[in-house]
């Protein structure tokens, strides 16, 4: 559904994306993690057709970015929910959906239905007719959600939707965008909500003016220092249990007081054996965890190189 | 471009401006002060009898003066609506979703525009035909006939009005852009006054006649100002430029 190639962009001297190549496949979560000036607002302009690229190509629903007639055909199969929300606040909420979905050439009857929909599935139906600048911020952002989604859009670009929300309208945000999944629809989201990220998105790329990383949460989290299972027995670890575990092709095996540690790709398909050989060589298991890196570690890595 | 489109973005400005005090004063206040001051004036002077004002000789070139005041506040009231429109959509942030819809950056800029032409035409034909209606009734007893309507204030209304206020929507685009409050843009827009208030000084010392050849010889030159204009406005309402380069 997107897809850049070598994409850049500079301002003067200044070069805010340098590069980037990525895949997102229909109906993904697609998150976009990176810090404050990292690009990650900038590529979404770029893929939103609102600013010109440098060099490179991107392609959205299989049209050009950059391409006169094609920007129009992206904006039309897009939804854009900007880092800053962006509402007509002397306009009701309504009012501020109904002008969205007359420029997408909805028809009345979809308008009606759709505004309904949204509104009714945000929780703001009953504020309806109230002005948009009355709202909380929690609201404003539900608002601005359901007017990205007035024309029912092929791709949603998301710029840090939860940003500057308290936790409860954070996860009113979160359920929805986990409803929208379910809907398939294809999700770009530009975050620096690790937590918010390895909840929702399928995969994700890490971005610091290039890509650092992409990938799925858990993969990503594997690629900086892998996971370990770590074997607590109820005794000393003997030489039998340690022979038995040696015939096995573990990596990095090896063991203190009662406790055996070893490097683990797949925890569910490897430690089933893993507990077969010690229980067979006379050892008796009483935990076994998995413990690796966390996102937050793997970012934290990768945005600093 | 498609007038359908800009005319979406013009009927949501109407529906915001109705709920925006300062819109309000920007259509109301000078066109009333027109179409109210200037027969007032009149009727005062006619009252203490000041003949050297008023009379049958000296008025007809009095009006026509006062009748430029029309194209002064045509070119004022938008200043206030178009800074608004321009610079509130800067203040409430909305025009980066606005943006990214399928809309062409012409269309939304006419949309802009005639959001603030629209209201002016009507609020500055209405004071217009206060104006006439005051004027008429105050000198017919002095000058035995009907002032207005006449050829000069046909050209002035039907040719000269609306290109004023065309330029001064567009110089309102250009300004908007450079600053973040509707109170700045107000006060740097005052600037597109200063050509006309130019006319007026050189009309009052003969320099210029404001006759249906003069009007027309101005409203010319106005307008080859107003293309110039939306050279400079088409080339600052761009997307890359509002987002990237806009206060």
């Known amino acids: ?29 697609f998150g976009f993690l990176g810090p404050n000036g990292a690009g990650k607002t900038t590529t979404v ?43 007509s606040e002397n306009l009701t909420a309504y009012d501020n959906l109904d002008f969205y979905g007359k420029i997408y050439d909805c028809t009345t009857a979809q308008r009606k239905e759709n505004i309904q929909r ?3 599935m945000l929780g703001l139906w009953d504020k309806r007719n109230v002005l948009a600048g009355t709202f909380s911020k929690g609201m404003k952002q539900k608002l601005a959600i359901a007017r990205a989604l007035i024309h029912e859009p092929q791709v949603i670009f998301m710029d840090e939707p939860t940003a500057n929300l308290d936790p409860e309208a954070s996860k009113t945000v979160r359920d929805f965008i986990l409803q929208l999944k379910k809907e398939k629809k ?36 594997r690629s900086v220092s892998g996971r370990k299972t770590v074997v607590g027995l109820e005794q000393q670890v003997n030489d039998l249990v340690l022979r038995a575990l040696k015939k096995l092709p573990l990596k990095n095996l090896s063991s203190e007081g009662n406790t055996i540690t070893f490097d683990v790709e797949d925890p ?23 413990v690796g890196s966390t996102l937050e570690d793997t970012y934290l890595k990768l945005v600093r190189k | 471009m498609r007038l359908s489109k800009a005319w979406i973005i013009a ?64 070119a004022y009231v938008p200043l206030g609506i178009a800074s608004y429109s321009i610079v509130g959509e800067k203040v409430e942030k909305s025009l980066e979703p606005l943006l990214a819809t399928p809309l062409t950056d012409a269309e939304i800029l006419l949309g802009k525009a005639i959001s603030a032409i629209i209201p002016t035409l009507v609020a500055m034909y209405a004071a ?73 000084l050189l009309s009052e010392t003969s320099i ?14 106005l307008l080859a100002v107003a293309v110039a204009l939306f050279f400079v406005s088409t080339k600052t309402f761009r997307r890359e430029e509002i987002l990237t380069k806009w206060k």
């Open chain 2, 208 to 221: 210029i006649t404001l006759d249906v050849n003069g009007l027309l010889i101005i409203s010319g030159v």
């Open chain 2, 11 to 74: 009927a949501r400005d109407f529906k915001i401006f109705r709920r925006v005090k300062n819109v309000w004063y920007s259509i109301i206040i000078f066109p009333v002060v027109i179409s109210v001051l200037f027969p007032a004036i009149l009727e005062y002077l006619a009252i203490r009898g000041s003949h050297g004002l008023a009379a049958p000789s000296v008025l007809p070139n009095l009006l026509t003066s006062f009748s430029f005041f029309l194209v002064i506040g045509a």
């Open chain 1, 118 to 120: 949204f509104l009714d």
């Open chain 1, 268 to 290: 569910d398909k490897e430690n089933s054996p893993v507990v077969e050989a010690i229980v067979q060589a006379g050892g008796h298991v009483r935990s076994i965890n998995v």
């Open chain 1, 186 to 221: 294809t999700i770009f989201l530009n975050t620096h909500n690790l937590d918010e990220a390895q909840r929702i998105c399928d995969k994700v790329a890490i971005m610091n003016t290039s890509l650092r990383a992409t990938g799925t949460p858990q993969e990503l989290e």
């Open chain 1, 1 to 29: 559904m997107i897809d850049t190639d070598n994409l850049t962009k500079k301002f003067g001297d200044l070069t805010a994306v340098e590069n980037l190549t990525l895949h997102v496949d229909d109906g993904e979560v």
């Open chain 2, 128 to 200: 217009a035909a206060v104006f006439m209606v005051g004027i008429d009734e105050v000198t017919f007893s002095t000058l035995g006939y009907y002032y207005f309507p006449n050829w000069n204030i046909a050209t002035l209304l039907l040719v000269l009005m609306p290109v004023a206020i065309v330029m001064s929507v567009l110089f309102s685009v250009i300004v908007s852009s450079r600053v973040n409050d509707v109170r700045s843009a107000n006060s740097f827009g005052i600037f597109i006054l200063f050509p006309l208030l130019g006319i007026y």
């Open chain 1, 45 to 87: 302009r770029m893929l939103c057709c609102l600013i010109s690229k440098t060099s490179g190509n991107a392609t959205v629903g299989g049209y050009q970015i950059g391409s006169k007639e094609d920007s129009l055909k992206i904006r039309k199969i897009i939804g854009l929910v900007p880092d800053n929300v962006g509402l």
